[in-house]
T-cell receptor, first 116, second 113 residues
């Protein structure tokens, strides 16, 4: 596609529920990132995929958070037993292959998660 | 890890004036410094970036300067227009594949017509 697509754009859930957020990166982009942005803050790194594998998941806050990218394109961020503190905008970004483009991230519009 | 500080947190200017946003970083190994513009309800959009092998880069009304010795970099917007109103974020990373971006806390720029 022309840009990074994220669904749903808004998700309201109850504390303790399970949530999945989807990211469809730009075609041909091999690297995919998830960031989390709390209100009034800059985005914070969660996880990075190169192809199908999670090359760096050190930003995931705890084991309730998990992400997959089974075919090296679409990625799903999964949050178990949601807590009110998980409320934030979850941003996905992708970047092209090659060293000079590796850090040039294109972000999606984000999925706003609200945990009641 | 890297720490990026950004100021001011809010900036209000009159249309046509210049705006300057400043950031400092802590990790001397960082060598890639992008700036993102985020409008309400949208994701951050890259507007300009600079790598450590240059001290200044300009793109029309936008320029970025980098002082590696002092570990700070700045965004300069000249001839501001109301459509420049948005939140601006600086970031820093090492320019290697997969290197995470560390963002500043953002500057809310308002350009008054």
């Amino acid at each position: 596609g022309a840009g990074v697509s994220q669904t749903p754009s808004n998700k309201v859930t109850e504390k303790g529920k399970y949530v999945e957020l989807r990211c469809d990166p730009i075609s041909g982009h091999t690297a995919l990132y998830w960031y989390r942005q709390s209100l009034g803050q800059g985005p914070e790194f969660l996880i990075y995929f190169q192809g199908t594998g999670a090359a760096d998941d050190s930003g995931l806050p705890n084991d309730r958070f998990f992400a997959v990218r089974p075919e090296g394109s679409v990625s799903t961020l999964k949050i178990q037993r949601t807590e009110r503190g998980d409320s934030a905008v979850y941003l996905c970004a992708s970047s092209p292959p090659g060293l000079t483009g590796a850090n040039v991230l294109t972000f999606g519009a984000g999925s706003r998660l609200t945990v009641l | 890890g890297e720490n990026v500080e950004q100021h001011p947190s809010t900036l209000s200017v009159q249309e046509g004036d210049s705006a300057v946003i400043k950031c400092t970083y802590s990790d001397s190994a960082s060598n890639y410094f992008p700036w993102y513009k985020q409008e309400l309800g949208k994701g951050p959009q890259l507007i300009i970036d600079i790598r450590s092998n240059v001290g200044e880069k300009k793109d029309q009304r936008i320029a970025v300067t980098l002082n590696k010795t002092a570990k700070h970099f700045s965004l300069h917007i000249t001839e501001t227009q109301p459509e420049d109103s948005a939140v601006y974020f600086c970031a820093a990373s090492k320019e290697t594949s997969g290197s995470r971006l560390t963002f500043g806390e953002g500057t809310q720029l308002t350009v008054n017509p």
